[in-house]
């Protein structure tokens, strides 16, 4: 982790047997250290409860408890007011809580989060862990049942407390074997990307008709084969979509995600879910996402990023066929009743800003494994050098990073 005037950058680690990204900070007085799933699908950060029933009766919460009687400089705002859920079913309840907290370098006082004392859980071997929630403070748990008491969530806190001059943060998961990537706040890593980055507002969530999610505009999708011979194709698709860094893999409307699903030969099974041969990820197929409109922003998708390995069995062992095939998990599903949501599969070939401060969402092409640093700071009311033009039936901008 490290710091730099006018914007906070942190490591995220590629957790890839738990197909997450974790991001290493500090809690309380003296510190406290966890690992926290990043999530800009959420707003609200919480840490397990060193005495509650999960860490205290099992070894899971390997990545950080909290002792409030550890901590000076720790306290209570709400008994049992923290309470949220996930669409995986997970549930956790506990009190709000204010503390000091620690990420990048920055140290963050009276941070409002919340102190898992309860937790529904629908795993139970990966590690219980907290998280960062990084989206909308209008996304965040207490925000359905009372809005009066919606609090300053961290991208607000980074802005107030003078770490970054902006409410607004790149994201850069690098590639799937990669162990590592980085989350800047308050600015712009021109290094990470390639060609010019493209702003697109964000649209209204399609399920509470709010600002509450990192939601963008699909146009378009096609896959190349390798010799550049399009297999599949969708236009003027004008199709919602949420940019969200907690959901593993990428879900689009079950028609298009099932003749996705044929195109590639994947199986459905009841013991694997939704499978192929690994060697998939040997194939020069290429995924093409345009947003916004025609002429708007397009990310390329080796079709390598979507074959995904499944976590190890206890044995250290990996699935495979009958005939000993190794077999890995598909990255594209069907979003059945929920809406269509843009994981980690996809963001980790895009360079994505999130510009809450001005509603919007910068997409670039990544460049991976970068090894540079050639951070701007967003200082402004718009990203460093952009442009605005009108592109279909959305406003776009651009800015070139690279010549």
């Not at 359905?144 to 969530?153: E, K």
């Not at 499978?275 to 194939?283: E, R, T």
Request: glycine share 10%.
């Amino acid at each position: 982790l490290r710091r730099r005037a006018g914007s906070v950058q942190a490591t995220l680690d590629n957790a890839q047997s738990n197909l997450l990204y974790l991001v290493n900070v500090t809690v309380g007085t003296p510190t406290q250290n966890f690992a926290l799933q990043l999530d800009t699908g959420s707003s609200d950060i919480w840490i397990p409860a060193a005495d509650s029933d999960v860490c205290q009766e099992s070894n899971r919460c390997s990545n950080g408890a909290f002792d409030p009687n550890s901590s000076s400089s720790f306290g209570e705002l709400a008994q049992g007011a923290f309470d949220i859920s996930y669409v995986d079913g997970t549930k956790i309840q506990g009190d709000y809580i204010s503390e000091t907290f620690g990420i990048g370098g920055a140290k963050i006082e009276n941070q409002t989060m919340g102190l898992a004392n309860d937790a529904r859980l629908t795993d139970d071997s990966s590690p219980f862990q907290g998280i960062i929630g990084v989206g909308f403070p209008s996304g965040e748990s207490i925000a359905s049942a009372d809005p009066s008491q919606v609090y300053p969530n961290i991208i607000n806190m980074l802005k107030d407390q003078g770490h970054t001059s902006t409410l607004a943060y790149s994201l850069w998961l690098n590639d799937l074997e990669a162990s590592t990537g980085s989350i800047l706040f308050g600015g712009v890593d021109n290094s990470k990307f390639k060609g010019d980055l493209v702003v697109l507002p964000i649209q209204p969530d399609s399920e509470s008709g709010g600002l509450t999610s990192f939601t963008v505009v699909l146009d378009n999708v096609n896959v190349e084969a390798g010799n550049g011979k399009v297999q599949y194709s969708q236009n003027s698709l004008a199709m919602p979509v949420i940019l969200d860094s907690g959901t593993t893999l990428t879900y689009l409307p079950d028609d298009m995600a099932n003749d996705i699903m044929t195109g590639v030969g994947a199986v459905n099974s009841e013991e694997a879910g939704v499978f192929v041969p690994c060697d998939l990820m040997n194939s020069p197929a290429t995924f093409n996402f345009g947003f916004g409109s025609s002429a708007g922003p397009k990310i390329q998708v080796q079709i390598s990023e979507f074959v995904v390995p499944y976590p190890p069995f206890s044995d250290g062992s990996y699935p495979t066929l009958n005939d000993g095939t190794p077999i890995c998990q598909w990255g594209i599903l069907p979003a059945g009743d929920t809406p269509n949501l843009f994981g980690d599969t996809f963001l980790r070939s895009a360079y994505v800003v999130y510009d809450l401060q001005n509603k919007n969402i910068g997409l670039a092409q990544t460049v991976f494994n970068a090894t540079g640093s050639d951070v701007k700071d967003i200082t402004g009311s718009s990203l460093p050098g952009a442009t605005s033009t009108a592109s279909g039936t959305v406003v776009t901008q651009t800015f070139s990073g690279h010549p």
